[in-house]
């Protein structure tokens, strides 16, 4: 049975007419990542995904191949290719880039228009509201809009892209722990105070709170990891 996640993709066709298609396919899956569709572990079908595409297998291998290179997925002999299952080293080291990148991108807050505030804002209002709901994969995601928000704030296309990298192997590690509310619960209120400072024009304070939480999440991250044997 074509998986749910394998059948959508077909919506996207259209988008493969410009550009390096293999590069479409591949940012097409990295979005299903930083959605929380795909999860660790997770076996790549060449036959399923080239036909919701309709691209050649050459052109999927490289999409695949430019994946493999971002670390979001890996090629095992003989098995296949597989959704990539990040290790307590890759968090320390995507924490340590989140703190240079996000932290210097929060400074431009006082220079920018409402359009790129309100990205910052929106998705903490969206985590409330699953987070009332219990939906903690949800609150993941809405994390992730989040800090890509934040990214934004920079008004740098290649480093939102470059940024896009890092949070996708975020959100498989996100997927790998056993407890999501553990993970999300504590946070929320950290993001919407953080929020609140922005709102409040306290840009450094933000940034200090933003420094604090990732500290905070960062250990939290790599023991839960390790629970999970990763």
């Given at each position: ?20 298609t293999?590069?479409k ?17 997770l ?46 080293d ?13 932290c210097?991108a ?11 505030r309100?990205a ?5 209002e969206e ?20 800090h ?18 890092l949070?996708?192997e975020?959100?498989l ?9 553990r ?17 409040a024009?306290?840009?450094?304070r ?16 790599v ?8």
């Amino acid at each position: 049975m074509t998986e749910t996640w394998v059948s959508t993709l077909a919506q996207g066709k259209s988008g493969l007419e410009r550009a390096s298609t293999a590069q479409k396919v591949a940012d097409m899956l990295r979005e299903r990542v930083l959605d929380g569709e795909l999860a660790p572990g997770l076996r790549l079908s060449e036959e399923a995904i080239g036909g919701a595409l309709g691209v050649s297998r050459n052109t999927l291998r490289e999409a695949f191949r430019l994946l493999t290179r971002d670390r979001i997925l890996v090629h095992e002999h003989s098995r296949g290719v597989f959704v990539r299952t990040p290790t307590g080293d890759d968090v320390r080291d995507l924490y340590a880039a989140r703190r240079v990148i996000e932290c210097g991108a929060l400074q431009r807050w006082p220079d920018v228009d409402e359009v790129r505030r309100d990205a910052v804002r929106t998705p903490i209002e969206e985590a409330v509201a699953f987070g009332a709901r219990k939906d903690w994969t949800r609150v993941g995601t809405a994390n992730v809009r989040f800090h890509r928000g934040i990214v934004g704030l920079a008004g740098s296309h290649r480093l939102s892209e470059e940024s896009d990298r890092l949070f996708a192997e975020l959100m498989l590690a996100f997927r790998v722990v056993s407890d999501p509310k553990r993970l999300h619960m504590a946070y929320l209120p950290l993001n919407r105070e953080i929020v609140g400072l922005l709102n409040a024009d306290d840009v450094d304070r933000a940034i200090g709170r933003l420094r604090e939480y990732f500290d905070l999440a960062e250990a939290d991250l790599v023991e839960q990891l390790g629970e999970a044997g990763r």
